[in-house]
């Protein structure tokens, strides 16, 4: 078999994830919680399978949800989404940035990612046969650069990928960013596309600015979400995709011969959960006092604690470590610190093409606050 993908390797979230698994380490690599989601929501799914609604639903998601999404969309940002034509129930948001980039990029067009950035853009633009233009955000703050951003607009440039809360930087974007991007996007048709998986995960003063708030970002936008993120079910896999109608078609030409659509009862069961905003409105203060026992006791050790404004991420600089493994790459400190210390982390260098490395690596706190504590007695050893 010749491979289409020589360089690709395994995702570094299965590397990390199986090394902790092996070592009995904390995980504080891989996104995701270790602790259970409401049992209501749990209920509702149950309800859903017990009632028979087990077979295939539309191809853009059952109709319920849709129109849960619609309602929360311009509750929250203001915008009104026809749930029949503008919104898309996908599996999770994985596959709805893949089946975007597959239904949108041409052999040979230019899409704009923005480094670090979540690792599947990249291969998802090359499988395209897209050619990906790397535009990094500022070393240390990691905002975005609009010079730069601008420099890197050419004719053939299609699309934008931003992703705001950040994965893997926990930055947001404020409402200037949004309109400086909404001024250098306005003379082309550059397609926007908005990962927003983390926009229930804002820690105050910040705010979510989503591109359905912009006029002229929404009308080229596709803007994905995940219920995994905002309702503690990282394993099931639904998220969404809103997009004007015209986007929207394209979106589900290629979205009904990739998965056709997504599985029934839990579809049924989100929709009857978001009927309370409750969940979502409470998220920020449910994390951010993680984020806070997470960063007070990071602040006890010799990491240096780099800003958390949003997701469920904290990233540290590991440069003043005493230990002579700081020196290591951060990828081969990451299974330094799970084999020998029993707590995985992921390296910042595995989100840049190049492997940049600038001895940052990142912690997930989605954990319970005895998970957070045991991690941070093993961290302070260092
Ligand atoms: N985008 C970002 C920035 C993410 O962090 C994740 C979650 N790992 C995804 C997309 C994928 O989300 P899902 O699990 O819904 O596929
Ligand atoms: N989004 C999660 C993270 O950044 C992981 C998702 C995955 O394992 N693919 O950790």
């Known amino acids: 078999l010749v491979s289409k993908a020589p360089n690709m390797g395994t995702t570094i979230f299965t ?42 639903p539309p191809m853009t998601g059952v109709a319920p949800l849709r129109e849960a999404v619609s309602k929360k969309i311009e509750t929250l940002y203001g915008r009104h989404y026809d749930p029949a034509t503008e919104i ?20 040979g067009d230019e899409v704009i990612v923005l480094e670090p950035c979540y690792d599947s853009y990249v291969p998802n633009i090359e499988l395209a046969g897209g050619k990906v233009v790397r535009v990094p955000l500022t070393p240390g703050t990691f905002r975005p650069d609009f ?49 927003e998986v983390y926009e ?38 639904i998220g969404t995709v809103a997009a004007p109608a015209a986007y929207t078609a394209e979106f589900r030409k290629v979205h009904q011969f990739n998965v056709f659509t997504v599985n029934t009862p839990m579809q049924h069961g989100l929709a009857r959960y978001m009927a309370d905003p409750a969940p979502y409105l409470e998220l920020p203060a449910f994390y951010q006092r993680k984020r806070d026992l997470f960063r007070q006791g990071l602040a006890q050790t010799q990491f240096k604690l780099l800003p958390g404004e949003g997701t469920y991420f904290q990233c540290v600089d590991i440069s003043a470590l005493k230990v002579p493994e700081k020196n290591l790459s ?6 330094w610190l799970t084999t020998d210390i029993g707590v995985a982390a992921i390296p910042l260098s595995a989100f840049y093409g190049n492997g940049f490395d600038q001895k940052v690596i990142r912690f997930c706190f989605a ?14 050893r260092l």
């Open 147 to 195: 010079d730069k951003i601008r420099a890197a607009i050419t004719p053939k440039t299609r699309a934008i990928l931003i992703n705001s809360p950040h994965n893997p930087s926990g930055m947001i974007w404020s409402q200037q960013d949004m309109l400086t991007l909404q001024e250098i996007l306005a003379p082309t048709d550059i397609v926007l596309i908005s990962d």
């Open 88 to 107: 898309t129930v996908t599996a999770g948001a994985t596959q709805a940035i893949l089946t975007i980039i597959l239904a949108i990029v041409h052999a």
């Open 200 to 237: 229930h995960m804002v820690y105050a003063p910040n705010q979510h600015w989503s591109a359905a708030h912009f006029d002229g970002l929404a009308a080229r936008a596709f803007i994905v979400s995940s219920f995994g993120k905002t309702y503690h079910v990282t394993g099931w896999k």
């Open 330 to 335: 951060e990828a081969d400190f990451c299974k």
């Open 15 to 56: 590397v990390m994830s199986a090394l902790a698994t092996e070592k009995n380490a904390v995980n504080l690599g891989q996104g995701f919680p270790d602790f259970p989601c409401d049992p209501k929501l749990l209920e509702l799914v149950n309800d859903a399978m017990r009632e028979g609604l087990n077979q295939y």
């Open 367 to 380: 954990k319970k606050d005895e998970t957070l504590n045991l991690a941070l007695e093993r961290l302070a």
